[in-house]
């Protein structure tokens, strides 16, 4: 099979994936011939839910982590090998885990929902974590998923446990003559004593080494991780870190976080709980994690704040977008979805923006908080660390693009948020998530919604509003101003996806 067809397959499945959830797949439809698309669908068990999705970009062969059952699919959504993860018996009450100590709550059969899947392509396995018993990982081979190893015997092969399917996110390191490292961010469902919220895991060549998921580094004092402080929760009772999307570039790996915080509204003497995008960032080579810097984003456009990160992808600029941002083709760019608002994370309201981030730009301005932070200039800044009354420590050295940070002035806060670039909106069908990649030099991105939809957004132009205020995002959208922003002239197609629909397509 040619590359480009299942390249599709990988990009188009992925993004329907993730915003949709469901394992309710359509029937083939026959499209209108204008349209020359075909449509291949894959049925999982009866009300069986899937949760993440991988293509190996080698042989496009597909993995699918599902509640109790991994799938490994051919490019044509042909079953080629199944494993199964569960159900058993367990107690999400029981920690440590049953299988490590005793448990004095009652056992019943409990489903094992994939939380993360992963492809090491150095070792040729996956990395396939479920929610029993508090979090445990399976290596699989992947030409068979045959069981290589499951670590279960100490406290750090327990990585999280919550429950839902997008709990937790890593991120792989690879070195050419060194064990890799796996980066892990999770939210902690209150139980910040038991798991760090972000750690750096070794992840050993031997699958069923002793080491295997042990921290990078770990002393009494220091340790490749980031826990949340108990008394946050006495100030946020249900404070947690939601980890949306994760990525590695250059010498950092990256997450991008949903935060709550307590704020004081204009005028008023009282606090409310609001919820702040973030993007979170540590130097791959950071054992002690002094590295951490988080900054917060959003998008704005018409005067409407949308700062509910829904979804994002990393992806590059290509030559056509690349000369209008002033970035050269191979920059990263972050492609977000927002909805509206601050305040209602479970329940997002339906306006929603798809808007740009340049990475270096985000990267520019963490650089600046740095150098200001070590002349002694503000304090640290870190909400949910309860330490913004402490001052920034002045230190006479060099900042430059790679600093990793020193034993002081961390972790580290922005507090200005860094503004994305919006390129359209929709508020009627909220938007969930997007996938995009470059294609003969111009970006592409595509958006699924909450009604299951499929929308391509095709980057042709990009012009200064200074210039000319209006932004054309299809034929049937209104032009609207939005003076002194850059925007996106916006060819967008369209198709009807049903709820829940897993649709892979041949373009």
Known sequence: MKAMPWNWTCLLSHLLMVGMGSSTLLPRQSPPPSQKRSFVTFRGEPAESFNHLVVDERTGHIYVGAVNRIYKLSSDLKVLVTHQTGPDEDNPKCYPPRIVQTCNEPLTPTNNVNKMLLIDYKENRLIACGSLYQGICKLLRLEDLFK????????????????????????????????D??????????????????????????????????????????????????????????FDIYYVYGFSSGNFVYFLTLQPEMVSPPGSTTKEQVYTSKLVRLC?????????????????????????LQ???????????????????????????????????????????????????????????????????????????????IPCSSALLTIDDNFCGLDMNAPLGVSEM????????????????????????????????????LKKHQKLLMHNSTNNPEMHQNSNDSHQREPDVKHCLLKTHSIHAGPGAFIFQYL
């Open 284 to 308: 791959k080579e950071d054992t002690a994690f002094n590295s951490y810097v988080e900054v917060p984003i959003g998008c704005e456009r018409s005067g409407v704040e949308y700062r509910l």
């Open 418 to 453: 860094v503004r994305g670039i919006p390129v359209f909106t929709e508020d009627r069908d909220r938007m969930t998530s997007v996938i995009a990649y470059v294609y003969k030099n111009h970006s592409l991105a595509f958006v699924g919604t909450k009604s299951g939809k």
């Open 148 to 179: 290589l190893g499951e670590p279960f015997h100490k406290k750090e092969h327990y990585l999280s446990g919550v429950n839902e399917s997008g709990s937790v996110f890593g991120v792989i390191v690879s070195y050419n003559n060194l064990d």
């Open 311 to 389: 979804a994002a992808y990393l992806s590059k600029a290509g030559a056509v977008l690349a000369r209008t941002l002033g970035v050269r083709p191979e920059d990263d760019l972050l492609f977000t979805v927002f909805s509206k608002g601050q305040k209602r994370k479970m329940k997002s309201l339906d306006e929603s923006a798809l808007c740009i981030f340049i990475l270096k730009q985000i990267n520019d301005r963490i650089k600046e908080r740095l150098q200001s932070c070590y002349r002694g200039e503000g304090t640290l800044d870190l909400a949910w660390l309860k330490v913004k009354d």
């Open 181 to 238: 490292k796996l980066f892990i961010a999770t939210a902690v469902d209150g139980k910040p004593e038991y798991f760090p919220t972000i750690s750096s895991r070794k992840l050993t060549k031997n699958s069923e080494a002793d080491g295997m998921f042990a921290y990078v580094f770990h002393d009494e004092f220091v340790a490749s991780m980031i826990k949340i402080p108990s008394d946050t929760f006495t100030v946020i009772p249900d």
